[in-house]
């Protein structure tokens, strides 16, 4: 049994790379009796060095170029995020053959084909475990764990800002902005938190995991997304009062559509084949789904293979330590040389398969939950009705509150299961009744799994 010692070059060292220094430096001896592996830490480059206290394990330095040409430096680590200086020193690394270790879920949604080859061009690697789910090691699981599956859906929370915020919104009655100040003082936000809040992060993550899972290209702009920005306590106790948490879910689902399954409004659009549902919205989820109980920072991550059914992956999706330890296992990988192994030989990154051929989002089929703001008259529900009746949407249930002003009322509609384009086109006609105050909330509801539900 050999023992070696790793020089690592870590570039950024703010939340994340905080706590890779954490565990390199305080679980030194632990990696070591496990693996025979140290891992010596280089170089750390930040972008101001003197805003850093002293308690680090070597001076810091703004010369990255410096510190990934540096022969001693065998992996580096970015830590940085966004899609210039990150990409910039990553083809730097590649280019040299250095093995890349990486949380950036920007970079990769935005340009993984291109980097994971030039990776392959010169015989290196990329390890992007702590870009998904923070410490939840559900890339290793799709890259090892499930191959034996295919995969017919995966339904996850996978922002740890969002969850906090309609945890804490939902719970303890804060406040959006309340919410998202604690996300962002923990250090789970993004440090742009729109990219959290409008459900761009959650979609860049479900780029990445789906490419794994369904083995196929997938981008970012492959998704339909939408945020929780818009997301009222109104909804939330409705939500509530039939049955419901709201969470933001990001949903890939293998689609097989037959002929005759057109939309008479979209001819031609909905053909027949296998296609991909992808998107990324906020959804009332039934409380006693597994995934309404995952809570804060906890992201959790449901995958549906052929073989094994229903597994679900569970843990803290973001902040310092969980991320870090998804880092320093991707870094254990590499050195140990599995990593390189398995990105050299499987065919499930987006530089090795086909683009997905993703369903059109108006031919998605799902539940709704509609909240309308109505005058309070004779009349206004049987014409909402009659509209949704005249679109193929059946109602599920119908929920009004009584209100003090007689003005402004919401009522409430949960719907059977209905196409988007048709959805959509009633709702544009409701929006402009002179009855209703648009705009009307339109949210998804998901259904159980059958498996699931039957425990
Ligand atoms: P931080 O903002 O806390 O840290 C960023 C680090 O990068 C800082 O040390 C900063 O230097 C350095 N940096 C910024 N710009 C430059 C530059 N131009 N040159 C050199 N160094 C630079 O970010 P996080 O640690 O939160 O996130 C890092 C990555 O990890 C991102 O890709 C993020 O999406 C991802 N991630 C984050 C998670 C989290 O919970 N925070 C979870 C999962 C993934 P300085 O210290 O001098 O400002
Ligand atoms: N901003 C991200 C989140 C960090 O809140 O989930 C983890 O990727």
Redesign the pocket.
Known sequence: MSERSIGVTLLGCGVVGGGVVNILTQQRDLLRQRTGLTFDIRHIVVRDAGKHRGDLPVPLTTDAAAAIDDPGTQIVVELIGGTTTAGTHIERALKLGKPVVTAN?SLLSARGGELFALARKHDTCIAFEASCG?GVPIVESLMKGLLANRIDALVGI????CNVILTRMTRNGWTYDEALKE?QRLG???ADPTL?VSGR?AAQKLALLASLAFNVGVAESDIHVEGIDTIQPTDIQFARDLGYVIKLLAIAERHVQGVGSKDPHHPGQAKPGEFLNLRVHPTLVHKDDVLAEVGGSFNAISVYGHALGHALFYGR??GQMP?ASAVVSDLLGVALGTTPLAFKQLRIFPDTTPRASVLPFHDLQSRYYLRLMVKDQPGVMGQVSQILGNHGISLSAILQRETDDGQNVPIVITTHRATEGPMRRALDQINALPTITPPTVCLRIIDQPKEFAGG
Do not use: C, I, Q, R
């Open positions: 879920k923070g996978v922002n740890g800002t996300a789970f936000a993004e959290d992060d999706g973001a991320t």
